[in-house]
Each structure stands twice: as structure tokens, then as C-alpha cells.
């Protein structure tokens, strides 16, 4: 029996909540807390010091005196760089370098822009075709290029001058730049310009004014890949340049080797002038490099 009296009745009590299930994200991080952290750093460290210790034996030859056999290069010297510098003409080889990669970089950014708003806008029947062929050539070594480029720069009169490096080199890599400017404007909404075309723009202004702004990370990984494969290669400078006065750093770091003997301080000292452009426009360029390759991978 109920009564009324307010003092003997207890209030039900409720019923345990069920406990709601973790995350499969919070279980992974807990997870990834409880791992030991020297399973982690050891094998990092292991690889760090795999990839440092050779840029440390190319700094140690560099910056030791001739003839020693110090592991720590001290005293210092810089003999070797003021060698290849002045002696084995480094300086002018430098300047011929930054000549091609840049004239590179400029031209196969221009060509391969003008090419990727055309296979990312347009509709033709070639195209399929078109874009399989510029993924098959690709598979082609610059080598098989060789025969067929001299024979056209000799007719051209163009041996033994920077020029023709410069078409050799935007030859080899427009394809590949053509297809990662493809997908970097297929990102671009095609509704933009479109907007722009209603306010009055022409085709080529709204892509100068809408479009061109939102492909600078794609820009700037295409031009940098072109920079850094002008900068580095050594096939096209070997063949068509004759002159050691338009040589470039890879053919003058061959010079530096010879089948008598090699000097490795001046080798040394030329391979660490050759790497350091390179590691500076990677060092302001990492960001927008990845971003760029990352966007042209999703629709290219």
C-alpha cells in the first residue's frame, strides 16, 4: 500500500546510462600513445644518420686541407672551392646553368599552361589518344632523343649553343608538365570563369583573372621540377655544347674526373656548389610543391 505521506516515498532511481562507445580515432591515438617512444626515434635516427653521414663525408673532403685524413675537417679551408671556382671555371659553368634551368622553367611552365587549359577545357576527338600519347612518351629515355634532336639543331645551326638545351630539355619535359597543369585547372570549378565570362570578361582575360591565381601551387611544383631536372642533367649539355666556355655544373663535375687520378677535395667542393641552389629552392618551395603535386594528383 501507498501513502500519502510525501517522506515515505522513494524516488525511482534511473537507470545506468550505457556507456556510448570510444571512437575508433580516440582508440588509434591511445594506441599510438602506448608504443614505446624508442621504437619510434630509433629507426628514425637510424635513417637521419643514413642520410647524413654521406653529406658529412662530401663537407669533410671539401673543407680539409689536401692530404689529410681527418675525420673532423679542421683546420678549415676553402682552397678547394676558390679552385674549381677560378681554376677549373665552376663560375662560368654556374652562370650557364642558371641561364638553362630558368629559360627551362619559363618556357615549359608557358607551353604546358597553354596545353593543360586546352585538354582540361576542351573537348576533341584526339584527345584520349592525345593524352595517352604524352604518358607512353614518358616511358621513352632521354638517350633515343639524342640522334633526331642533333639532327634538327645542326640543320638549325644551333649546335654548340644554349638554345638548343633549352628546346631539348622543354621537349623532354612538357609532357609530364601538361598533364599535371590538366588536372591542377580541372580542380578549378569551371563555374568561376563562367562568372567571369557573364561580368563581361573574354576567355582569356577570366583566365588571366580567376583561373591563374588558384594555379600558383600547381605552377610552382611544375616549374620546379622543370628547374631542378635542367639544373641536373648532364646528357643534353654533353652533346650539344661543345664549347667548355658553355658548358654546364654536371659536364664540368665530369671534368674533374679523370681516368689517372680524381681530386676529391675539388669533386667535393663541386658537388656541394652544384647541390646548393637546388637545396635552397626546395627549402622556400616545400609547401606549395606539396600542395601542388598533392591537388594535380586528385582529377589529373
Known amino acids: 500500500m501507498i501513502t500519502k505521506d510525501a517522506g515515505t516515498i522513494a524516488p525511482a532511481a534511473p537507470a545506468p546510462a550505457a556507456e556510448e562507445p570510444r571512437p575508433t580515432a580516440w582508440r588509434t591515438r591511445r594506441a599510438w600513445d602506448e608504443v614505446p617512444r624508442w621504437q619510434i626515434y630509433f629507426p628514425l635516427s637510424v635513417y637521419l644518420l643514413f ?3 654521406p653529406f658529412y663525408w662530401i663537407l669533410l673532403f671539401a673543407l680539409r686541407p689536401a692530404g689529410s685524413t681527418s675525420l673532423v675537417p679542421w683546420p678549415m679551408t676553402f682552397d678547394h672551392f676558390d679552385k674549381v671556382w677560378t681554376e677549373r671555371s665552376f663560375g662560368t659553368y654556374f652562370q650557364n646553368s642558371v641561364l638553362i634551368a630558368l629559360a627551362t622553367l619559363v618556357l615549359t611552365t608557358v607551353v604546358a599552361l597553354a596545353g593543360g587549359y586546352a585538354l582540361a577545357r576542351f573537348d576533341f576527338r584526339i584527345k584520349r589518344g ?3 600519347a604524352l604518358l607512353c612518351s614518358q616511358f621513352v629515355p632521354g638517350a633515343l632523343l639524342l640522334v633526331p634532336l642533333f639532327q634538327i639543331f645542326a640543320k638549325l645551326q644551333m649546335i654548340n649553343s644554349l638554345g638548343s638545351v633549352v628546346i631539348a630539355e622543354t621537349v623532354f619535359q612538357l609532357p609530364l608538365s601538361m598533364i599535371l597543369i590538366s588536372g591542377f585547372i580541372r580542380n578549378v570549378p569551371y563555374s568561376l570563369e563562367e562568372a567571369a565570362w557573364v561580368d563581361g570578361c573574354d576567355r582569356f582575360k577570366a583566365f588571366r583573372i580567376v583561373v591563374l591565381p588558384l594555379l600558383r601551387p600547381g605552377l610552382i611544383a611544375v616549374g620546379s621540377f622543370a628547374f631542378v631536372h635542367a639544373w641536373n642533367h648532364f646528357l643534353f649539355a654533353l652533346m650539344f655544347l661543345s664549347d667548355q666556355g658553355k658548358q654546364t ?10 681516368s689517372d ?6 669533386l667535393a667542393a663541386g658537388g656541394i656548389i652544384a647541390a646548393v641552389p637546388v637545396v635552397i629552392v626546395f627549402a622556400f ?11 594535380g594528383a586528385v582529377k589529373g
Open 249 to 258: 655544373i654536371p659536364v664540368g663535375l665530369n671534368t674533374l674526373m679523370s
Open 130 to 132: 592525345f593524352m595517352l
Open 285 to 295: 618551395i616545400q609547401k606549395w610543391l606539396i600542395t601542388g603535386f598533392s591537388a
Open 261 to 266: 687520378s680524381v681530386d676529391l677535395g675539388a
Open 51 to 53: 642520410t647524413l653521414v
